[in-house]
């Protein structure tokens, strides 16, 4: 039961995700506030963004996520970006060659090259780890995020659906046949999955009701009586908790994991791809090109 309504869950989570355009505009402003000045978070970021958003590494980016779109594609931006693809921008920025005037991103790069002996390579790898460990903590925010959304999504489907944990354990303890069945119809689920679309989750759960679980509102119901009314909120509170687990938690109960971004797959992270500076940085044993920087002024 719960690895069908945690699908559902998360399938609503992540397209809400998508309609409010998160990833892409917690990448935007991460971005933003990378290279600009975090005292000055209304002009300076914003005017580095901008400056970012303007290189041709961004908008071939943009250009592909617009080919993906179903409606507003001139509104388009990409979820996800590559280390490799942001030390191209930054260079294209001319940010090795001179100050930016960005504060953030000058104060970055000179620490770079003074560590790296100027060489480009190991400034571009700099740069890679950098936007990665920045997306790996913007990745935690976003999960931190999600889990909430997820418990309030996960709350209206148990209130909405009347699925009260305490009343479909009771009907499970005492009916072995009932208990047998739906054992049986979770495994079918889990190994005939083969997508998590918004439709094939709601036919789930209608599956579900099929079985004989006590969810829906086709019960009597008392208002009125405590009796009733107290345990069917703990019930579904406790729905609420367990769906937030998410469907991944679920779904390796049942031995399949199933993949919930529709915005793409993301990009391999710097050490893991084959053509960044961080990886030719450590497999080079030959002299390298080193960066001749302008000093900036006083």
Do not use: C
Request: no cysteine; glycine share 10%; charged share 20%.
């Amino acid at each position: 039961m719960f690895f069908v309504l945690s699908s559902l869950a998360s399938a609503l989570v992540e397209g809400l995700s998508r309609l409010m355009g998160k990833r892409a505009k917690d990448l935007e402003a991460t971005i933003g506030q990378m290279l600009g000045d975090p005292r000055n978070a209304i002009a300076d970021q914003q005017r580095a963004l901008e400056l970012f958003k303007d290189t041709a590494i961004y908008s071939s980016a943009r250009a592909a996520a617009g080919h993906g779109a179903w409606f507003l594609t001139e509104r388009a931006r990409p979820a996800y970006l590559s280390a490799r693809s942001f030390a191209d921008a930054i260079t294209e920025l001319g940010a090795l060659s001179a100050p930016t005037g960005l504060r953030g991103l000058d104060k970055r790069v000179e620490a770079l090259v003074a560590e790296s002996g100027a060489r480009v390579v190991e400034v571009k790898a700099g740069l890679e780890s950098w936007f990665d460990e920045t997306m790996s903590r913007l990745g935690e925010a976003y999960k931190r995020w999600s889990t909430g959304v997820l418990l309030v999504v996960g709350l209206g489907i148990a209130v909405l659906g009347n699925v009260s944990t305490i009343h479909v354990t009771q009907a499970l303890w005492q009916a072995p046949v009932l208990r047998e069945a739906t054992l049986n119809a979770a495994q079918q689920a889990a190994a005939g999955s083969t997508g998590t679309s918004l439709e094939e989750n709601v036919r789930s759960v209608q599956e579900l009701g099929a079985l004989g679980l006590p969810i829906g509102w086709t019960n009597v119901t008392d208002w009125s009586s405590a009796a009733w009314l107290w345990p069917h909120i703990g019930g579904w509170l406790i729905t609420a908790l367990l769906l937030m687990l998410g469907a991944p938690f679920w779904f390796d109960t049942l031995s399949k994991l199933v993949a919930l971004r529709s915005s793409g797959a993301r990009p391999p992270l710097a050490t893991k791809d084959g053509a960044s500076a961080t990886t030719q940085a450590a497999t080079s044993v030959t002299p390298d090109t080193v960066v001749e920087r302008k000093i900036s002024g006083p």
